[in-house]
């Protein structure tokens, strides 16, 4: 059977993650990855991979609780494009991927942005690869954008959420693309709940003197980024602040293109994640995201073997 693939790697937020999952269970089990394409978050995961930081960016966000994810929001409510700047997280990733241009990475890359000013999609084949991820993932209304020129860089996801038309693969290579928006079947998506964790392992504030507080500006938070609240008697009900209807217009318009763009050029495989898996911003589930993406590989690749 054929073990070389292009990847495809789609936007989702902390979805996302779950693509870490998804490449280390590909390599574990011998597959090569010749060429990735990634939108947003896709792109982030696709960049780190190629360079060789997959694993220890891996190890640092598993490590991250509520509060960490929270300290990494540095908020902006200065009336700027975006609530969040993203220079704390992207300090990090400097550290990972340092000054490297895209045509020298070991395999080919593309990421997709939208420049939603002169309505077209941005396509970074080459040139600085932190600046195409940071382009790449600035969700509009929550992550200020990248400036070319006169005019700003926003999400990949805006325009083109799995881009399977822009991977470069050969011929004969498997096309494998990652779905963070997909609807799953009921009893599918059941058995990939069960793997969420119940409870935070994290016990590290739960007697300190000032974890009320940080409660209560982390709840605040995440209302306004889109996470979901539970009233006493725990029956989830979504959050309609400003900013979680905004976060969940987003996820629906990328629900929308995706199945529009996987119709009009299907990928050989299609690794399919639960559109409502998380909230956006839910990075501090990043070890269950990783388990999650494995075991939608695992299931993937058995399908196809039977197949074949």
């Not at 990494?72 to 993203?86: A, K, V």
């Not at 940071?134 to 325009?159: N, Y």
């Not at 997909?182 to 709940?193: D, E, G, L, M, W």
Request: hydrophobic share 40%.
């Amino acid at each position: 059977m054929n073990k070389e693939i292009a990847l495809t790697l789609s936007s989702g937020g902390a979805r996302g993650i779950t693509q870490i999952g998804v490449i280390q269970e590909l390599v574990d089990q011998g597959y090569n990855i010749t060429s990735i394409a990634g939108s947003s978050i896709g792109s982030v995961i696709g960049g780190l991979y190629a360079t060789g930081s997959l694993d220890a960016y891996a190890d640092w966000i598993c490590s991250l609780d509520r509060i960490d994810v929270f300290q990494l929001m540095d908020l902006d409510f200065s009336g700027q494009t975006g609530l969040i700047q993203g220079k704390r997280v992207f300090g990090h990733l400097e550290k990972w991927v340092g000054d490297v241009k895209i045509e020298d990475l070991p395999i080919p890359y593309v990421a997709v942005a939208s420049d939603m000013i002169n309505r077209k999609e941005i396509v970074f084949d080459g040139g600085d690869l932190l600046t195409a991820m940071r382009a790449s993932v600035a969700i509009p209304g929550f992550l200020t954008p990248v400036m070319q020129g006169s005019d700003p860089l926003f999400d990949g996801g805006v325009c083109n959420p799995i881009p399977v038309n822009r991977i470069k693969k050969e011929p004969h290579h498997l096309h494998i693309a990652v779905d963070l928006n997909a609807f799953v079947h009921p009893n599918q998506r059941a058995k990939i709940q069960q793997m969420m964790s119940t409870e935070s392992d994290d016990k590290i504030f739960m007697h300190s003197p000032f974890f009320e507080k940080v409660s209560t500006m982390l709840s605040k938070y995440t209302s306004l980024l889109g996470g979901e609240q539970y009233d006493k008697d725990h029956e989830k009900k979504a959050s309609m602040s400003y900013f979680s209807a905004l976060n969940h217009m987003f996820d629906m318009m990328q629900e929308q293109l995706s199945g529009y763009i996987l119709r009009d050029y299907p990928p050989d495989v299609i690794i399919k994640i639960p559109r409502d898996l998380c909230s956006t911003f839910e990075f501090d589930k990043s070890r269950d995201m990783i388990e999650i993406g494995r075991m939608v590989t695992r299931e993937a690749l058995a399908k196809l073997k039977i197949e074949m």
